[in-house]
């Protein structure tokens, strides 16, 4: 496919790229709070006017945005009812045994989404294997919708017992308050999440009919927006776990929309480390608001399938990303201890850092650049914002140095190390703490502000290298411009692995794979091509932590059922530290990723680096590294780095969109793929 358009939404930034056979077209746009869509319409009209793009000739337009996630962050909901089996009222109130903070007496648990008031319980039962053992009746069911129809809600959550092993009740509910309150939406379990443990397919249903009214505005909204602009293509939105499913699809799938952009971006190191030779890396996508990462292995994103958000939790498929509250607009304060703290709380996009000169007053991340000299206040966004850097300068002097008592520059450096060391506990949860030792990665970073913490962070967490790809500072836009449509299923099984026959994995994915196919060729783009992908999820019996394994493709066998086998014992040791070669083995259940591969805008395999080549600086300016104090840094323009060329810092890379900040001691090269490779030189040893 030619002419594919990708834009992220971003807390702070919204970015633009269009994939065209005679090369990529790149926009960045501020971002719109108040009115998500219209960055999108703004960043449309910049392309029109800037570049002369004709939009009606678009193929495809994919997007990634934060309107689920901002939602659920700030709690602004609608009313939303939720409907249970008689006697388990109580299900999002009681929760689960896990605690938070296990030492913590004060720890308060979270808020149930929906109000215990606005939780029903109907008469009726289905038994764990499926069977009815109380009917549900016309009376129950017309009791129940007299009761919804007087608390005027937006959005009904059904969840009853077991309905992942027969959805007759659910569906029958479903109907039946559709016809009678035609406004409100409604969302059934068997569909949002149709697997065992009623609490978080009780929190992840009640989350998505929250969300869905919201996200169809949303989707309303910015479809008649980019319609009236001229957009004319199929248009997709990214899912938390890598995939696009069409606009329309979306209201009713909110659920799987939350960690939207930040899975672009995943998605985008995962095609590079693809076709590259850093298959193990470390994604570090660091924007405005937060910094997301995340870890690739063999060129593959770990997809988990139970997170919690909010101390909520959410039974969907998404990448696991860890998120840290640090970004470019982190605001830095002294708290009445006297310590020295950056975010969580950001700037945002409106006044955002004071630098911007929009009407911010704290200092925040980018202030402390600022201050350092690593960002050119005349060349920011290409020369179209201009920095204020003395103001940037006060705000660090009146909030951080002076109550620390510390020079302005050690407070503007201070600021960085703190977020650095936040940023660096994220990188090791993500592998250490997964049993990944970080010398065996590569760490990419992208996000506006990625490339400019990556050396520090990597050096706290003893990385391997440093890899920054082409077009960082918007490459999350590059993972949607290059996303396949997407859809997950998941059948409960429940069943000891050596108690089951290969022929019953077969009979347990020909209902799945029929209905995969069918929803592929009505929703993906002609030309696509369907790609299906098994994985088991396993325990011991009796016991609770699961391990997925990917199974084979075609039939199974029984040396398949083996290997199945072996390979969840080996990964049970690797994840959990611990197995059993002789326990019991239980298959919980089995789950299809259905793709529909668009192929395009993929990256091509890198050509071998040339020799290196010394490249001259661009040009000089004062920038203070903690090493080095103030000194004559030289500074590179990217767009003017050919594979082969070399450096050493301290240097400053620059590009439109993001800037690569290079610490001394560092040695970097671009390889044939046009990736900034950066390596720390090896200590000198004494004789």
Known sequence: ????????????????????????????????????????????????????????????????????????????LPATALVVTKGFRDVLEIG??????????????????????????????????????????????????????????????????????????????????RAALPDVSVMVSADVAPEINEYPRASTTAISATLEPLVARYIEEMSRGVVAEGLTAPVYVMQSSGGVMTAEETAANAHRMILSGPAAGVLAAQRLAEATPYANMITFDMGGTST??????????????????????????????????????????????????????????????????????QPTVTDAHAVLGRIDPSSF?????????????????????????????????????????????????????????????????????????????????????????????????????SSDVKYDFIRVVEKPLDAMRPTEFDDVYAPMNAQAVDRLN???????????????????????????????????????????????????????????????IEVVSLSLEAFGRMGHARAEPIGPTPARQPTEAQSFRRVYFKETGWSEVAVYNRSEFRPGASFEGPAIIEEREATVIVTPGVAGHVDGGGNIVLERAPAKVEA
């Open 1 to 76: 496919m030619s002419n594919v358009l990708g834009i992220d939404i971003g807390g702070t930034f919204t970015d633009l790229i269009l994939m065209r056979e005679d090369g990529a077209v790149v926009e960045k746009v501020p971002s719109t709070p108040a009115n998500p869509a219209q960055a999108i319409v703004n960043g449309l009209q910049v392309l029109k006017s800037r570049h002369g793009v004709d939009l009606s000739s678009l193929s495809l337009f994919c997007h990634g945005s934060t309107v689920a996630t901002n939602a659920l962050l700030e709690g602004k």
């Open 292 to 361: 997301d990462i995340c870890l690739i292995k063999d060129a593959r994103a770990e997809l988990e399938r139970e997170s919690v958000f909010e101390g909520r939790p959410l039974r969907v498929p998404q990448f696991a990303i860890h998120t840290i509250g640090a970004g470019g607009g982190s605001i830095a304060r002294v708290d009445a201890a006297g310590m020295l703290k950056v975010g969580p709380e950001s700037s945002g996009a409106i006044p955002g850092p004071v630098c911007y000169g929009r009407g911010g007053t």
């Open 96 to 177: 689960s045994m896990m605690r938070p903070s296990l030492f913590d007496l004060r720890a308060q648990k979270p808020v149930p989404i929906v109000r215990r008031e606005l939780v029903f319980e109907v008469e009726e039962r289905i038994g764990r294997a499926g069977d009815i053992d109380t009917p549900l009746t016309k009376e129950a069911i017309d009791a129940l919708i007299e009761k919804l129809r007087s608390v005027s809600v937006r959005s009904v959550a059904i969840c009853l017992l077991f309905s992942f092993r027969n959805d007759r009740h659910e569906r029958v509910l479903a109907k039946a308050i």
């Open 381 to 481: 966004l290409g020369g179209e914002m201009t920095l204020d850097v003395a103001a940037a300068r006060r705000a660090v002097d009146e909030h951080v140095a002076k109550p620390l008592g510390l020079g302005i520059e050690e407070a503007a450096q201070g600021i960085l190390d703190i977020a650095d060391a936040a940023m660096a506990r994220g990188v090791r949860v993500v592998s250490v703490n997964k049993g990944h030792d970080p010398r065996d990665f590569s760490l990419m970073p992208f996000g506006g502000a990625g490339a400019m913490h990556a050396l520090t962070v990597g050096a706290l967490v003893e990385v391997g290298r440093v890899v920054v790809p082409q077009r960082a500072g918007i490459f999350s836009a590059v993972g949607l411009a």
């Open 522 to 584: 009505r929703r993906m783009p002609s030309g696509a091509t369907i790609d299906l992908v098994k994985t088991a999820q396993l325990r011991y019996m009796r016991q609770d932590n699961k391990v997925e394994i990917r199974l084979p493709t075609g039939e199974f066998s029984a040396e398949a059922l083996d290997r199945l086998a072996a390979d969840f014992h080996d990964a049970h040791l690797f994840q959990f530290g611990h197995n059993n070669p002789e326990g019991r």
